[in-house]
């Protein structure tokens, strides 16, 4: 059933409970997830996005519940990705000349995903449609939030902004609007996503929150593509967009690892004492990495002013939890953080220096050399180890 969102727009979209990991298993999505469409019943009948493939029957089955399907005029594709067009091909079907309106870049995207000569409808920055009763559409290409191809749409006189993934969460809920929900899962949610997806994007994220700002548009609600709609206070996660995009970073510093028989553990319980020993203040944090959530960990590291990473040597090298940490890491393009290197070795001992060297490269200002220590760490070595956290926590 649809859900009024506010005068003649309603949400058709889909509440995923089930839904545990999203882009494949990349992502973990402890609390499920939403794919938000919105129906516009102006004059012209609109169909903003759709939902994941899995659920488009459904969809389709569902909106025809509602409308005639040939009612719909247009169809606007805010962004080509799965989880919002995979409900496309079912659609289309039944309404094959329907226009799509989306970026050039949409058109690949979708093109090269469903292989569909669709009537696409090219729009940028700036373009408008005409829905009747004095409402409007207006375009905002969003290049880079995520995608090429992604983009916002304005609703004026209502003062929507249909912004897609952007200001989104992975939160399922029946209650639509972001007053509704518990305030600490909603921040929670809203901060991990944007760890884990926009972080690379900041310098586009700043500048275009400028744009959208600059535009002076009366912004009532900001009805996003997964999670809730901000209807009380949206501007807060744009402030809060703002604050993130601004490479930002907390009082805390986390210890990442991994071990095989304890001693890196060992180091990184020391290290992290040494730290509090030296700055009560900061908040410290350790994660085994081969135990623990990696997404919600690349959420403590995007809080992080220094994260410090540890792994006993192997074959010559590292821990493949911590080898595809630090890629995750790097692969996000975190700015203006530090970092520092340890680990236990027995013989060969090469894992401090290739961290450092993984570290760097994922952008990371190396704090020290690291701490390498030979086998077990005894009395002598532990009280090292908690100097070396001391060192970190003065950087
Ligand atoms: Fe929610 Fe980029 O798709």
């Known amino acids: 059933m649809k859900k009024q969102v506010k005068n003649n727009v309603y949400w058709v979209g889909k509440v995923d409970w089930d839904l545990r990991t999203f882009h494949g298993y990349e992502y973990t999505t402890h609390r499920g997830s939403t794919y938000n469409s919105y129906l516009i019943q102006e004059e012209k ?22 409308i005639d399907l040939k009612q719909i005029d247009y169809i606007i594709a805010n962004h080509g990705e799965v989880d919002h067009s995979g409900a496309l091909p079912a659609l289309m079907k039944h309404i094959p000349d329907t226009p799509i309106y989306c970026t050039a870049n949409a058109v690949k995207s979708l093109k090269g995903q469903y292989h569909q000569d669709w009537n696409f409808q090219v729009v940028k920055t700036g373009d408008k449609l005409d829905l009747g009763n004095g409402k409007e559409l207006i375009f905002v290409e969003m290049a880079m939030l995520h995608w090429p191809d992604s983009m916002a749409a304005y609703l004026t006189q209502d003062n929507i902004l249909f912004s897609n993934d952007a200001f989104g969460q992975h939160l399922a809920t029946d209650k639509l609007f972001n007053d509704l929900v518990d305030q600490c899962a909603l921040f929670q949610e809203s901060i991990k996503y944007y760890a884990n997806i926009l972080t690379p994007f900041n310098p586009m994220l700043r500048r275009k929150l400028d ?63 040494g730290i509090r020993a030296a700055d009560p203040e900061v908040v410290v944090k350790i994660y085994n990495l081969s135990i623990s959530d990696v997404n919600d960990v690349i959420t403590e590291v995007f809080k992080s002013k220094s994260v410090v990473v540890g792994s006993p040597t192997i074959n010559n090298g590292i821990l493949h939890a911590v080898a595809g940490f630090v890629d995750m890491m790097k692969g996000l393009k975190f700015k203006n953080k530090k970092a520092a290197a340890f680990g236990c070795y027995g013989w060969s001992g090469e894992s401090v220096k290739l961290i ?18 030979p086998w077990n760490p005894d009395e002598e070595q532990q009280a090292k180890a908690f100097e070396f956290g001391k060192s970190i926590a003065n950087a």
Do not use: C
């Open 211 to 273: 744009e959208v700002l600059s535009l002076n548009l009366p912004i009532d609600m900001i009805a996003t593509s997964h999670g809730v709609i901000w209807r009380d206070n949206p501007i807060q996660i744009v402030n809060k967009y703002a604050e993130w995009a601004a490479d930002y970073q907390e009082n805390q510093i986390t210890v990442v690892y991994d071990t095989m028989w304890n001693g890196t553990k060992l180091l990184a319980e020391r290290i992290a004492e």
């Open 356 to 373: 450092n060297e993984l570290l760097e490269k994922a952008g990371f200002a190396l704090i020290n050399e690291g701490f390498r220590n």
């Open 45 to 66: 009948t609109v169909l903003i996005d759709t939902v994941w493939l899995p659920f488009a029957d459904e969809f389709v089955e569902n909106l025809a519940g509602e």
